[in-house]
């Protein structure tokens, strides 16, 4: 069987530099009136530079910055927000070396008795559902 591991060794004639991937697999994987749950995955192994420390993460609606912050988990949940408004969420990687490269998704956050789709239909955006 073969597993899914990626092996960083850290010689000591080797520079290490900064992740040059961005976090993979990122899903909302909850989705309500006012709250966002999104998760994630390292970056692909030979992009991650060095042992990956924790994911630096910002929230944003209409380019008005809302969140920024660092965390040491693959998930995050960002409530008190809005009923049916899109919001941009950047993820970058980071090493004890530095930040890589942030990779953008855009969600909508529901309203009672209205899907995600709805919510697009209603501020006028079109989102692809899977």
Known sequence: M???ICLT?????????APT???S???????TSNTLTFI??????GTRGD???GYNYTLSQSGLLLVQELTTSKNVTLDDLQPCTEYGFN???RSRVGEGPAEKIVAWTAASGMTMFDCSLLIGKTVNMI
């Open 9 to 17: 060794f850290v010689l000591p004639f080797i520079f290490l530099i």
């Open 51 to 53: 042992l990956i420390a």
């Open 25 to 31: 697999s990122i899903l909302v994987s909850e989705i």
């Open 40 to 45: 994630w995955e390292e970056p692909l192994c």
């Open 2 to 4: 073969v597993s899914n």
């Open 21 to 23: 991937g961005v976090p």
């Open 91 to 93: 993820l970058s990687a």
